[in-house]
Each structure stands twice: as C-alpha cells, then as structure tokens.
C-alpha cells in the first residue's frame, strides 16, 4: 500500500495536504486522513480541495485506500483533505467506549465478543451469553462508566504479534483475523482494556463520556446484541 495512514499516529488531525498519486475507480494519495471503514468503525467523509473541490464520499480499504469522491481530480494533482470531524470525533469516543463496554462484558461477566459496529447514532455488540437480564446490563454500565470517569490515558503502542499472542486477554478475536505482519498495532486504554487495533481513538476516557446500553436483543439461543448511545 502506498499511502502513509496518518490518522493511525495522529486521531485528531482534521486536514492535510496530499497528492493525487493514482486514479482507479477512486482517489490513491500520498497520505490519508480519512479512516477506510473496516474493524466495525464506518468510513469518514469530507472534501478534497485543489483545482476545485472533491466531496469524499466513502473510502475503501482494498490494495490500496481508494477515495471515492465527487467529481475526480486529476493524477498529481495537489488537495487539501478535510475531514468531517463531528462525524469521526463521534466514532473515535464510540470505537474507544466500544472497547470498555466489551472488555468489562468478558472479563467481569463472561459475555464472548462475536462482532461489533460503531455508529453516529448508537453502537452495537453481539455477544454469546445464556440467560442475560435487565440487571446484568445495568451493572455492566455502571461498571462502563466507573471505568470511563477514571480518566484513563488511550495510547497507542507497537508489539511483537508474539508477544500479543502470550499475553492474557489481549486476544479477543481469533487470531487468523489478525493483521499478518510481524509487529502489530495495540491500543492501551489505561488497565481497562488492550488489544491490537486499526481504529481511532480518543485520548482520554473522559472524552467519551457517559454510555447507556438502551437495548438487548436475542440473535439466536446463545446470542444477544447489546445497543448503547453515548452523550453528544
Ligand atoms: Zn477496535
């Protein structure tokens, strides 16, 4: 691939100068800040702006991250890339309360994590659990949110895929679904949660806020998906 993903080092840049290095059926630049949907977190929008302006309307993570935006711009060309920032700032406080919500459901209520999708409006977990209640998901969010109040520091960190795989808890999907490369990136939500991770996320736990789980529903004998919002 050759785009440098920049939001994978800074969430919080809004816009960037890049160039235009290929037209497939899309936009190929330089470098990114718009996050290709993929790992539950959707795809951001905004514009690019050069000789005219470019709405972006999605971004896709194949070979390459193609934009695919309205009208083209021209090979080598220079733009401007400006993200919708309400839009991905709401997705990196739900990706970061989506990773507490999940690792308190395994670690303090035995739930397994089969899948999940970050949302503007909500999120939502499907997970394997028997006989859920209203009770368990009142405890689960008071215990979100005791967590998200500690103002627990997000960081990002390189490891040793080796290294991931040895460590407890870290793992919560199978591993074949694992990036294949050597040296992986993990996201650290103070000694609530890690595991490695693509997505973007919020600095601090208090950026997230408080979460309310409004909704379980049954998907089957053993599964359920768990709906939560969080404040605007
Ligand atoms: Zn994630």
Same mark, same amino acid.
């Given at each position: 691939?050759?785009?440098?993903?920049?939001? +994978?080092?800074?969430?919080?840049?809004?816009?960037? /100068?890049? /160039?235009?290095?290929?037209?497939?059926?899309?936009?190929? +630049?330089?470098?990114?800040?718009?996050?290709?949907?993929?790992?539950?977190?959707?795809?951001?929008?905004?514009?690019?702006?050069?000789?005219?302006?470019?709405?972006? #309307?999605?971004?896709?993570?194949?070979? /390459?991250?193609?934009? #695919? =935006?309205?009208?083209?711009?021209?090979?080598? *060309?220079?733009?401007?890339?400006?993200?919708?920032?309400?839009?991905?700032?709401?997705?990196?406080?739900? !990706?970061?309360?989506?990773?507490?919500?999940?690792?308190?459901?395994? #670690? *303090?209520? @035995?739930?397994?994590?089969?899948?999940?999708?970050?949302?503007?409006?909500?999120?939502?977990?499907?997970?394997?659990?028997?006989?859920?209640?209203?009770?368990?998901? !009142?405890?689960?969010?008071?215990?979100?949110?005791?967590?998200?109040?500690?103002?627990?520091?997000?960081?990002?960190?390189?490891? #040793?895929?080796?290294?991931?795989? %040895?460590?407890? @808890?870290?793992? $919560?999907?199978?591993?074949? +679904? +694992?990036?294949?490369?050597?040296?992986?990136?993990?996201? %650290?939500?103070?000694?609530?949660?890690?595991?490695?991770?693509?997505?973007? !996320?919020? $600095?601090?736990?208090?950026?997230?806020?408080?979460?309310?789980?409004?909704?379980? /529903?049954?998907? @089957?004998?053993?599964?359920?998906?768990?709906?939560? =919002?969080?404040?605007?």
């Amino acid at each position: 691939m050759r785009t440098v993903q920049v939001y +994978l080092e800074d969430s919080y840049l809004r816009e960037l /100068e890049a /160039e235009v290095v290929e037209i497939i059926d899309g936009v190929v +630049l330089d470098r990114t800040i718009f996050y290709a949907a993929s790992g539950g977190q959707p795809t951001d929008t905004g514009s690019m702006v050069g000789s005219a302006t470019y709405e972006v #309307k999605e971004v896709a993570k194949r070979e /390459e991250i193609i934009h #695919k =935006t309205e009208p083209l711009p021209s090979l080598g *060309e220079r733009v401007k890339l400006i993200i919708d920032w309400d839009r991905r700032y709401m997705h990196m406080r739900q !990706h970061t309360a989506i990773h507490v919500v999940s690792s308190i459901a395994m #670690k *303090e209520f @035995g739930a397994m994590i089969t899948g999940n999708q970050i949302g503007m409006e909500y999120s939502r977990i499907d997970f394997n659990f028997k006989d859920w209640n209203s009770e368990i998901s !009142h405890s689960l969010q008071a215990r979100v949110n005791e967590e998200l109040r500690r103002n627990q520091d997000v960081s990002v960190l390189s490891m #040793k895929r080796d290294d991931i795989l %040895k460590m407890d @808890g870290a793992l $919560k999907v199978d591993e074949r +679904l +694992l990036p294949t490369s050597d040296v992986l990136r993990v996201v %650290k939500i103070g000694d609530v949660d890690m595991q490695p991770d693509g997505g973007t !996320h919020v $600095k601090n736990t208090s950026e997230v806020g408080e979460i309310e789980i409004y909704k379980i /529903e049954n998907k @089957g004998k053993n599964n359920k998906r768990m709906y939560f =919002t969080i404040q605007r």
